[in-house]
């Protein structure tokens, strides 16, 4: 293990720590808890054929955007270089980017034939003079160039934090526009970082929650479109979308899909009541999964399929519930003051992301799943909904402003609390769902 | 769309100038949750003609309110949805869906859920003081469609309602 990865996963065990050594829910200010980013430095890729220049220095930037955008790394700006690197091949200069502090480089170099594009790229460890791990390229399309940038920053940040990377992936959302008491909402798709937004189904009727399949090829959501909330499944590619079938005179919502990418576990209303439901995509064969006279909804599998998280009310008031994935005796994991909902399980299995309400504040927060380390990341007038990065370190939620002229704006911030930032989005946006990483 | 509906439609038409969803056809009232309350605009017909969907807006009253997180009637709702009952059984030709709403404070989908809890309680209601089920469809919009839109008790108490919206049984 080289010198610069090891004293970055310390940082990460000491982020971790005190929460994990503390007692009940723990409550991390965004303004605390901040460690050194370390520094880094992206100089221009070289364009190894005419013309490639462009595109080369534009995937530098947007490396260099993703990795600062972690809050884990800070990037020295090109106006304070004093190497260059104009041979891919050629020797690295250590003293030059010693001289300027930074700990990491990535140098790279691009090449267009006609549509096609391919990045070359090496990680360096400055000080120690070593490369991080070895020389990659990716070959793609022009037009996917971001995609190519994002696939070698999810490389440097693999390799510099010893974590599944997540710049390479989509979110689907609800667009909004338009006043509160007449909210305009659409389906819409776009790359982690806000880019190339492409929009699924016109404002026509109120569309609500979408959820990513765990493939990132399919969308479920609810849409009014029949004048009462039905859940569709949506094809990605080709943007077409059918009705799930339920129950006429009911209403059908919250729907998610188990990791087998064949399964949807839903709520079903039915005379005021609102249970929980399975339901196999393709036979439309239902099973009744919760039976109460409460609210359960929200429900999100573990990714191994076995569990259901969900939120009920049965004890008067909305909390958690893990219960088997085939229905049966549900145990309560929510024990502190408040609300407690919209929970969703984590990719890497271990944590629960959930929305709090607690004395006329919203907060996102996580918990272990069987209840235990809370900790609240955001406090806001109204948070909610929160999805995870596919490496489970990251959390983009909704943030809704007070009053008025109040809008919904997408934010993400990291499992321990730093590096609250808004996502970037085309008017309001709500009910983010991270894709995992694309292939 | 028939021409006894299309008559009634174009008193419609102010209530209705709010929604673009082609669905509401033969609704009266301020279906979709958006358009005013109570601004004299609503509904078809003249308010002074005790069988118009205006009067059951504005003299009988289309909408009843809730408590933060409840879906009991109190008893000024039970007092509204009474003279709902009497009203829906001298017009035995319009049919109802009852509109559940939240206010903000709360998660989407939970919201949808406690508004379905409040039509439903509504509904319930109107079935026990004599009207036939078959006439009466409940749906929620959870917090989507606030009337008020003040981030204060005042609005969110004015938000937290279930509206019955007349449709006509003989529109198309």
Redesign the interface.
Known sequence: MTRLLLSFLLGWALLIQPAAAQNGPLRIEITEGVIEPLPFAVPDFVPDTQGAADVAREIGRVIAADLSGTGLFREIPASAHIGKVSDFAAPIQFADWKAINAQALVTGAVSVAGKRLTVRFRVWDVFSGAELGNGLQFAGTTDGWRRMAHKVADAVYSRITGEGGYFDSRVVFVSESGPKNDRKKRLAIMDYDGANVQYLTDSAAIVLAPRFSPSGDRVLYTSFETGFPRIYVLDVGKVKRRVLETREGSMSFAPRFAPDGRTVVFSLEQGGNTDIFEMDINTGKQTRLTSAPSIETAPSYSPDGRQIVFESDRSGTQQLYVMPATGGEAKRISFGQGRYGTPVWSPRGDMIAFTKQNQGRFHIGVMRTDGSEERLLTASFLDEGPTWAPNGRVIMFTRESRGAAGQATLYTVDITGRNLRPVRTPGGASDPSWSPLQN | MNTLSKVMMVGALAALA?C??A?NDGLYGDGMG?AGYGSGTAGSGLPSDPSSPAYFQQAVGDRVWFAV?Q?TLGDAARATLTAQADWLTKNPDFTA?IEGHAD???????N???G??R???A??FLISRGVVGSRL?????GK????????EEACYAKNRRAVTVLSSALAG
């Open positions: 709010a673009s969803n669905k958006g997180d879906s869906v903000e404070q709360g998660t989407r989908e939970y949808l859920a406690l379905a809890r039509a439903n309680a509904r319930e469809k409940t749906v929620s919009y989507e469609r606030p009337i008020e839109i003040c981030s």
